[in-house]
Nanobody, 120 residues
Framework: QVQLAESGGGLVQAGGSLRLSCAAS????????IGWYRQVPGYQREVVAA???????IYSAAVKGRFTISRDNTNNTVYLQMISMKPEDTAVYFC??????????????WGQGTQVTVSS
């Protein structure tokens, strides 16, 4: 089993910045693709950004140019640096990881979510 622990959410004014972190822990594993989704009540969860095992970032059109995803493979941690934030970035942000266990089986894990609120 793998646990994803998110941190860094909170309240910020429009134009401000926040940095989210997600640390993976558990039994022997390798993280493949890892990233962030967000969800607003009444809407589907949507991808925000992801980063592949070889460090290639992927961004949604809504955040490209404002958010930066990075990963620290030594500490099994992924970060999401958010700048120039907008009220429409308000959502619960979830960490998501595709993890390969010691037997080569890949599974998807989710964090518990962290609230990000951007005031206008």
């Amino acid at each position: 089993q793998v646990q994803l622990a998110e941190s860094g959410g909170g309240l910020v004014q429009a134009g401000g910045s926040l940095r989210l972190s997600c640390a993976a822990s558990g039994s022997t594993f390798t993280i493949n693709r890892i990233g962030w989704y967000r969800q607003v009540p009444g809407y589907q969860r949507e991808v925000v950004a992801a980063i592949t095992s070889d460090g290639r970032p992927i961004y949604s059109a809504a955040v490209k140019g404002r958010f930066t995803i990075s990963r620290d493979n030594t500490n099994n941690t992924v970060y999401l640096q958010m700048i120039s934030m907008k009220p429409e970035d308000t959502a619960v942000y979830f960490c998501n990881a595709d993890v390969i266990n010691r037997w080569g089986v890949q599974s998807r894990y989710w964090g518990q979510g962290t609230q990000v609120t951007v005031s206008s």
